[in-house]
């Protein structure tokens, strides 16, 4: 079965605590993406990469990184969290055709 | 930064009645799709336009590209309580690589 899968799923962490969100697709999409949902204010794009190594910023990237070593996975890194990178976070993949697949979101809060 | 504006916010309307929800911008987009997010999980793609003036329909939605291709329409016609959910549009823009999702629309269809 196709599918975007994100670890964990929720997650509650203090400021300043490293943390990473994991993100895999089965799916050999070369383009991934992170974004994140807040009331009013929609889905942002944080980071988005069109392949292996190969990444760039979206809207909202200060305070995250990303990396792609694989084709596979694309990994969220928080590497030091503040109340305000609180929120519900979707990792997606895309294929040629434009079919963005979304992952279940990981809700976040950060204290 | 793009910017993407929905309206209504808001929509509840009585089981068998029409809609139509609309997206618009200041700027060009590549394409434009639309999604439907059910609570607790990611979005799901609708469908995507890509041509100006382009018209798609999906059983009981219809979907609209603006000429100029900076705005787009989703009417749904005799709304059922499976319709209930927040609808997205997401214009794609630098090659396809940046997703700019708008403010988003919430219906409520009541039986």
């Known amino acids: 079965e196709a599918q975007v899968t994100q670890n964990p799923r929720y997650l509650i962490t203090v400021t300043g605590k490293k943390l990473t969100v994991t993100c895999s697709q089965n799916?050999?999409?070369?383009?991934m993406s992170w974004y994140r949902q807040d009331p009013g204010l929609g889905l942002r794009q944080i980071y988005y990469s069109m392949n292996v190594e190969v990444t760039d910023k979206g809207d909202v990237p200060e305070g995250y990184k990303v990396s792609r070593k694989e084709k596979r996975n694309f990994p969220l890194i928080l590497e030091s969290p503040s109340p305000n990178q609180t929120s519900l976070y979707f990792c997606?993949?895309?294929?040629?055709?434009?079919?963005?697949?979304f992952g279940p979101g990981t809700r976040l809060l950060v204290l | 930064t793009q910017l993407l504006e929905q309206s209504p916010q808001f929509l509840s309307i009585q089981e068998g009645e029409n809609l139509t929800v609309y997206c618009n911008s200041s700027?060009?987009?590549?394409?434009l799709q639309w999604y439907r997010q059910e609570p607790g999980e990611g979005p799901v793609l609708l469908v995507t336009v890509v041509t100006g003036g382009e018209v798609k329909k999906l059983k009981r939605l219809t979907f609209q590209f603006g000429d100029a291709r900076k705005d787009s329409s989703l009417h749904i016609t005799a709304a059922q309580p499976g319709d209930t959910g927040l609808y997205l549009c997401a214009g794609l823009s630098g090659g396809y690589q940046k997703v700019t999702f708008g403010t988003g629309t919430k219906l409520q269809v009541i039986p």
């Open positions: 700027s060009v987009f590549s394409s």
């Open positions: 997606a993949s895309r294929s040629p055709a434009e079919t963005q697949y």
């Open positions: 799916m050999n999409h070369e383009y």
